[in-house]
């Protein structure tokens, strides 16, 4: 609800000032709606938390539920042990019987006294999962929200000229750089200002070798001319090749290791607006770099 408020603010805001430019107010409006797709994105991770609470208590009160059962039982066997030793004494004559009787009980007795010390064993076991799992979900979520922040401060010229966004999902950082910036049409040759804001956005990744990247490219729903068919038979060639000469210039250029690289091209069918609109078709052109933790992000 916080990040609604501040979501509710800035678009307060936004209005109020009345003389922002095009690019300015498309890239808040841009921002807002990835925003919006954060609460979801949370909300959503925070009712599978819950969903998941909830599995464990209810495996706890069942084993709660066997343990009173268990007690129960251990109670009445105590009660059959006196009752039978009593018995003992009063009737000498069957004492080999009631002995016996009272060896059965006292098995019983140990081997209920065995599950009970297993049933607590589960239930302390199953409670430090759940905390484990707990602390271990805030520290992950943590480092995210960490990690979000320094971005937003390192780039935050850069958000503010609409050179680039950056987006935290489902616990996955992306930054999002328009293809206007980086290429001209149809061509995978950055330009002298898209190799600008990836010079100062490499900077800023070297700070966090804990993260593996995963730079994609998007493009719209619009054919490839037949002038550039031969080179790129699809939009796929065309996103993969654009991918490509981005992490070739983050090599190069700013230092960031090969191995926390890798390439993808997902051409026109992971659009985030809509291809029926300029605007949309524009937004859809992108490269986006995706921040994973290392050792889930890439393979050796």
Known sequence: MKIFRLFILVSLLFLAAGCVSKNSYQQKVNE???LGEDVSRL???AAELRQDKLVLQADLATLN???VDVLQQNSRLQRDLLVATATQERQEGNLSLHQQRIDSLQS???D????NEHLLATIEELNLALEKERIAREARLAQVRHTYEELVDALEEEIKRGELT???LEGKLTVNLLNQILFASGDTRLREEGKSVLKNLGDVLNRFPERALQIAGHTDNVPISPALREQFPSNWELSTARATSVIQFLQQEAGLPGNRMIAAGF???QPIADNRTPEGRAQNRRIEILLVPLESGLTD
């Not at 209920?112 to 599950?115: C, E, I, R, S, Y």
């Open 166 to 168: 950056i987006s935290n």
């Open 65 to 67: 539920s066997r343990l």
């Open 32 to 34: 807002a709606e990835l």
């Open 43 to 45: 909300t959503a991770t």
């Open 108 to 110: 019983q007795l140990a």
């Open 267 to 269: 051409g026109e069918y």
């Open 112 to 115: 209920m006294q065995q599950t």
